[in-house]
């Protein structure tokens, strides 16, 4: 089993930034990508932004390219999300997910799931 823990979401103004944080415990070598999801109120829960844990390859939702960037730390099996010019339409439950496969595999449905981490983007 693998255990997912997210950490840095809050409060933010339109414009602002932050970053969120996905610690991985347990069979972390059988991740081979990791990404977010978000889930806003009344929607249904999407594919935000995932890398390739071996190869660093990332993939973005078209909603968020350019202003969000992911990233790795291999040896603290960390994932970061760092999500700059922020909008209020990306407040959400921010979820951490891995995955056994490729990205393709984790943007259809990851193995292990975060418990999330509310971000709220005021106007």
């Known amino acids: 089993q693998v255990q997912l823990v997210e950490s840095g979401g809050g409060l933010v103004q339109a414009g602002g930034s932050l970053r969120l944080s996905c610690t991985a415990s347990?069979?972390?070598?059988?991740?081979?990508?990791r990404g977010w999801f978000r889930q806003a109120p009344g929607k249904e829960r999407e594919f935000v932004a995932a890398?390739?844990?071996?190869?660093?390859?990332?993939d973005y939702v078209h909603s968020v390219q350019g202003r969000f960037t992911i990233s790795r730390d291999n040896a603290n099996n960390a994932v970061y999300l760092q999500m700059d010019s922020l909008k209020p339409e990306d407040t959400a439950v921010y979820y951490c997910?891995?995955?056994?496969?490729?990205?393709?595999?984790?943007?259809?449905?990851?193995?292990?799931w975060g418990l999330g981490t509310q971000v709220t983007v005021s106007s």
């Open positions: 890398i390739g844990w071996i190869s660093g390859t990332t």
């Open positions: 347990g069979r972390t070598w059988s991740l081979f990508s």
């Open positions: 997910a891995a995955n056994s496969g490729n990205i393709a595999k984790l943007k259809l449905g990851p193995d292990y």
